[in-house]
């Protein structure tokens, strides 16, 4: 067993956790002084934005004071975010690292330590490149399995023939925020005897059967890029049950080192800063209501949606179970009369910054087509889905105006 010198921690209390009435109220007054103070445009540049970072006053004097301390790279601040994380997830451990992919990375890395015999991951080809990549670079083969027409998530009734005696582990992503169907997924792996890495990318704050993402699969990883439901400019973090597995992630983030200058294996800079942390850090205590926000937004654009013939939503039976990261529809392109690439480009005229998330699925991709043989009808549903899907914004420093102009340009649109 590698040990990592890096202390361990169990969940503190914090403040991320408290639901008094008062506390509620200052989240809400938060919100509405964030929304009060954004940043004046010029009307020919206001647009409906997919994204917007989160920011406030407390976040700037702790980015400051950690520049005026001249202790710039993971120490204090990464250790507080992470008891933070622990706390509001209910992970006994949380690795913080300098993005989402070196999150898979390092889980991918840890458990080839423990099996380096196995070389092949299971998981879906509509994601975004990074969830690939990272099986790539621990050294690894994807093995890719079509998806849900309906929940675009993987087709859990199609992994098991893909399983065999090579099979690392298995990969499923919870596409745009909602879970995949990880209670099948768990049993798959438990049968096999097979760990599951969850690409929890766009999942902070979602929940399965109940259980926050975080807590259900073997190892579970997220980002927190600039337009994450929590936001640390670039970012990520493991969450896993396993504290050997968890030590050795952390060992490998950084350099291998057991202590300062003595490296026991091959290991990597993948640390967090501490002026990243300092931004995450303030997010954790107000993300649920940020998340009801964008549920909220969401809802409202879905109910009015609903009657327009060539739109069709991504199936979410318990709209609470989702982060809601991005609200995502399809277009028909017959019944609409135009290919959903002018209508988003069409909805980016009005000033609608609506979004293709993702136009080409991974196995599609010029690497992976040269390097692995993959073509055109290997996943039908996967490629199908990503000639139909496009996002709406419902990010949660929207105003009813905002989502009112969204719809007058749909309607225009396809009228």
């Known amino acids: 067993m590698i040990e990592s010198t890096e202390a361990r921690y169990t969940p503190a209390q914090t403040r991320a956790t408290k639901q008094s009435p008062d506390f509620i109220s200052a989240i809400a007054t938060e919100l509405q ?10 009307e020919s540049s206001k647009s409906v934005r997919i994204a917007r970072p989160f920011n406030n006053e407390q976040i700037e004097q702790r980015v400051l004071s950690i520049l005026r301390s001249g202790r710039l790279v993971q120490g204090k601040t990464v250790e507080e975010f992470e008891r933070s994380l622990s706390e509001y997830i209910g992970c006994r451990n949380v690795v913080c690292v300098n993005s989402g992919t070196a999150a898979l990375h390092l ?6 330590t423990e099996e380096p015999e196995k070389t092949e991951v299971i998981t879906t080809p509509l994601s975004f490149a990074a969830t690939a990549n990272a099986v790539i670079h621990a050294g690894c083969k994807p093995v890719f399995v079509d998806v849900d027409s309906k929940t675009f998530n993987i087709d859990a009734s199609l992994i098991q023939q893909k399983i065999n005696s090579s099979t690392l582990a298995l990969e499923p992503v919870d596409v745009y925020g909602l879970p995949a169907d990880l209670k099948e997924i768990a049993d798959l792996a438990a049968t096999n005897h097979i760990p599951v890495v969850e690409d929890a990318a766009e999942a902070i704050g979602a929940t399965s059967d109940g259980k926050k993402i975080g807590t259900i699969s073997t190892l579970s990883c997220f980002s927190t890029y600039a337009t994450k439901n929590i936001h640390t400019g670039e970012g990520g973090f493991v969450t896993t049950q396993d504290d050997h597995l968890a030590s050795l992630i952390r060992l490998f983030r950084n350099q291998g080192q057991v202590s300062r200058y003595n490296q ?3 290991g990597y800079n993948f640390r967090m800063l501490e002026l990243c942390a300092a931004i995450g850090l303030e997010q954790v205590p107000v993300l649920d209501e940020l998340n009801r926000k964008r549920r909220e937004n969401a809802l409202y654009l879905k109910e009015r949606l609903q009657k327009i013939d060539s739109i069709d939503f991504q199936r979410v039976s318990d709209p609470k179970s989702h982060s809601w990261y991005l609200f995502t529809l399809t277009l028909d392109p017959q019944r609409a009369k135009l290919s959903r690439d002018s209508f988003v480009a069409k909805l980016k005229g009005h000033g609608i910054e609506a979004d293709i998330a993702w136009p080409t699925p991974i196995h599609l991709q010029p690497y992976f087509r040269e390097t692995f043989g993959c073509k055109k009808g290997d996943f039908p549903v996967a490629e199908a889905l990503a000639e139909r899907i496009f996002q709406l914004p419902i990010q949660p420093f929207l105003e009813r105006d905002d989502l009112d102009r969204v719809l007058d340009a749909i309607s225009e649109i396809l009228q």
């Open 33 to 42: 002084s964030m929304k009060a103070a954004k940043i004046e445009q010029s």
């Open 107 to 112: 889980a991918f890395m840890a458990l080839k």
């Open 264 to 266: 026991t294996v091959l």
